[in-house]
């Protein structure tokens, strides 16, 4: 959990400090909602519930968000103005598409197929979790370095190419269950694949933004 209390003055923070602040809360977002998705595999609807509600009601970023954005315009930088709103623009619309999927998630207790199901759901959530962890130690390597950057950027595409391997298979596993196409479990479990991978592509794109960025500014370090 990220603790604002005890960090810093945030008036008295870096840009970067306060970028990098804002990408760990939303980090520790996600790992609450790859959390509530495992409590759902494992149905304890309870929990599911307690992590997806945090994740739709907590708004901690919001007061590292307001103390960028009134230094953000008054600062003399090297990474141009525009790219840093960027990249905070970028890391806001995790957020944005983890509370879509968590609100998504909360329309139905569902109950998966079965044990293989199962499983790779976990694997993915796997991938997922990872991606996660290692976007947020790039966004705090821009700043200080950027080779490490673009190569942890470019572990993030591989372990999204692998997310996309399994995403296939469980599609294919799901259109072959004997099912109502129409029913809400089949609906649920096909959107909340699609759901996953919507938040893994987007953290891929944002991935290969900072990669861009490395290559743009490497000369000017």
Same mark, same amino acid.
């Given at each position: 959990?990220?603790? @604002?209390?005890?960090?810093?003055?945030?008036?008295?923070?870096?840009?970067?400090?306060?970028?990098?602040?804002?990408?760990?809360?939303?980090?520790?977002?996600?790992?609450? @909602?790859?959390?509530?998705?495992?409590?759902?595999?494992?149905?304890?609807?309870?929990?599911?519930?307690?992590?997806?509600?945090?994740?739709?009601?907590?708004?901690?970023?919001?007061?590292?968000?307001?103390?960028? !954005?009134?230094?953000?315009?008054?600062?003399?930088?090297?990474?141009? *103005?525009?790219?840093?709103?960027?990249?905070?623009?970028?890391?806001? %619309?995790?957020?944005?598409?983890? !509370?879509?999927?968590?609100?998504?998630?909360?329309?139905? *207790?569902?109950?998966?197929? %079965?044990?293989?199901?199962?499983?790779?759901?976990?694997?993915?959530?796997?991938?997922?979790?990872?991606?996660?962890?290692?976007?947020? %130690?790039?966004?705090?390597?821009?700043?200080?370095?950027?080779?490490?950057?673009?190569?942890?950027?470019?572990?993030?595409?591989?372990?999204?190419?692998?997310?996309?391997?399994?995403?296939?298979?469980?599609?294919?596993?799901?259109?072959?269950?004997?099912?109502?196409?129409?029913?809400?479990?089949?609906?649920?479990?096909? !959107?909340?694949?699609?759901?996953?991978?919507?938040?893994?592509?987007?953290? *891929?794109?944002?991935?290969?933004?900072?990669?861009? @960025?490395?290559?743009?500014?490497?000369?000017?370090?």
């Amino acid at each position: 959990m990220i603790d @604002l209390d005890k960090k810093k003055s945030k008036k008295k923070m870096s840009i970067d400090d306060l970028t990098q602040m804002f990408m760990d809360v939303i980090n520790d977002q996600n790992l609450k @909602l790859i959390e509530g998705i495992e409590f759902l595999i494992k149905e304890d609807f309870d929990n599911f519930k307690k992590n997806l509600e945090y994740v739709i009601e907590t708004q901690t970023e919001l007061e590292v968000k307001k103390a960028f !954005e009134e230094k953000i315009f008054k600062s003399k930088l090297i990474f141009s *103005k525009a790219d840093r709103l960027k990249v905070f623009s970028k890391i806001n %619309d995790i957020k944005a598409i983890g !509370e879509f999927l968590a609100n998504k998630m909360l329309l139905y *207790k569902v109950v998966f197929p %079965d044990d293989d199901f199962k499983l790779q759901i976990e694997l993915i959530l796997k991938y997922l979790k990872q991606i996660s962890i290692d976007l947020a %130690d790039a966004v705090k390597s821009i700043g200080s370095d950027l080779t490490r950057a673009h190569d942890i950027c470019e572990n993030i595409k591989e372990e999204r190419r692998k997310m996309r391997n399994i995403e296939w298979q469980l599609l294919m596993r799901l259109w072959n269950y004997d099912m109502d196409y129409l029913s809400r479990t089949f609906l649920y479990l096909k !959107e909340l694949i699609e759901g996953i991978m919507m938040l893994a592509d987007h953290m *891929k794109k944002f991935a290969e933004y900072i990669q861009f @960025l490395a290559t743009k500014y490497f000369y000017f370090k």
